[in-house]
């Protein structure tokens, strides 16, 4: 069984507090757009899964009670900033597994201006937090700094990364100058100005490398897709919709992440690589077939790290990789054109299914200036630490 993504919409990704809406606006008006890209009314969805971390229980159940009240299961997923990502992966598989012909993902998420905390969706208590060890693992080869413990572990990471291969701070702020330009011609984007590196390397430090303007924001907003059969293709004529998910793996944590003691394995780049690797086997295609990508730059040097994870080159050259313009427009890659995570934003349980949304209007052409031009497959990285990997590979049909 084959799935096809066929409809996807989002809302504006927007600074907490900064317009007046509750998350179920927000999963109305992605939800929406999504059927509306389709042409599918909402009574022909058979379930929906549904993404966030920051809302309570059976949050999704309000949500998609916006778009119709049709007695269908709802699903609540939560699995860190891979949540929107994970709903899109239980869609897909209950549509290949022949369960349903039309599934909703959604995710979104209605958050509070400041860094998160170190457990993500959690109450920010590291002792008692789903990410204890990969924290303790951190403090054991760096000690705690006051910084906030998210932006200090990947910034740990970075330092790493320095050491061991000669990564400089400018390769490192070149990842957020590429995601800032490009977010210029997101309309969907959090922020759309443009930073040259000189500023970036001169803003507000956060942690040691990293300053502000290679951070993620906190975010509100919402994404939707819609994931069918072959069948429902078929049977609506949806054929100059559809966009077949040819390959998806999730990954989670395993030996290799904690047997190094290194803060660029507990952050993820172990079951990163092991997520492409089982996605690649699936699709039948390679990181050298892809013409677009939209990996997790939740701090400029995880988009770093995830070069690396997905083949694009050998370990230790990701500085030079993007130093030399392979990751932009008229390089071998056109990586993150929404802006990213850095730029575009970052509500966590919609994250995975913007990238979702990108790609499908990449790969349809209808990103408008952001096009990267001849699209035809394109690849999706997000994952959440605690931990979670999705790769998911996208075909145009």
Known sequence: ?????????MTRFEKPESRDWQYWDMAREAGTAALADAGVPYALVQQAAVGYCFQPSTAGQRAVYELGLTGIPVYNVNNNCATGSTALTMARQFVVGGLVDCVLALGFEKMKRGSLGGGGGGDGDLRTSPVARHYGIM???????????????????????????????????????????????????????????????????????????????????????????????????????????????????????????????????????????????????????????ELHDCFSVNELLTYEALGMCPYGESGRLVESGATTYGGRWVVNPSGGLISKGHPLGATGLAQAAELTWQLRGEAGSRQVPGARNGLAHNIGLGGAAVVTVLRRG
């Open 139 to 293: 403090a054991a080869r760096h000690g705690f700094d006051m910084t906030p413990p998210t932006a200090q572990i990947f910034g740990d990471a970075a330092r790493e990364h320095m050491e061991l291969h000669g990564t400089t701070p400018r390769q490192l702020a070149e990842v957020a100058a590429k995601n800032h330009r490009h977010s210029a011609a997101n309309p969907y984007a959090q922020f759309r100005e443009v930073y040259e590196v000189d500023e970036i390397l001169a803003a507000k430090p956060v942690h040691q490398p990293l300053t502000r303007l290679q951070c993620s924001p906190t975010s509100d907003g919402a994404a939707a897709v819609l994931v069918v059969s072959e069948r429902f293709v078929v049977e609506h004529g949806l054929h100059h919709k559809a966009v077949e998910i040819a390959g998806q793996a999730m990954a989670t944590d395993t030996d290799d992440s904690f047997a190094s003691g290194s803060c660029i394995d507990v952050v993820g780049q172990p079951m990163s690589r092991a997520a492409a690797r089982q996605a690649y086997e699936a699709s039948g295609l390679g990181i050298e077939d892809m013409e677009v990508i």
């Open 1 to 9: 069984m084959k799935a096809y993504i066929v409809g996807v919409g």
